[in-house]
């Protein structure tokens, strides 16, 4: 893992990338990116990197959840950080990427998840 800092529009940001087989993953302002070559295919089948559905909150990386902040029934908006990870040393925060209602939380702080593993679901707005 390499601590990075990236310009973008002329603002300076920090993060990490590492890269595991053959598939980069980003970490930027609280969201962690992947990227892999056109062609690589996961164990599932599909793209590695794919993005999840609408109001699937998936593992990006394989590592232990820390805290959840939300809870069944919650409603919760657009950036709003649902629960912590960490992984390759470091804290990872997921957010909501739609305004919503929490439908299910499917971890507890201490387990450990694989890439990809549903950790919760929204019903988006």
Known sequence: MKKVSIEINGQTHEGTIANSRGTFWVHLNGETFTYSPPGRQNRRGGARGAAAQPGEIVAPMPGKIVKILVQK????????????????????????????KVEAVACVPGDQVALGQNLAKLSVA
């Not at 029934?73 to 919503?100: N, P, R």
């Open 73 to 100: 029934g919650d409603d919760v908006v657009a950036g709003q950080v649902l629960l912590v990870m960490e992984a390759m040393k470091m804290e990872y925060t997921l957010k909501a990427q739609a305004d919503g």
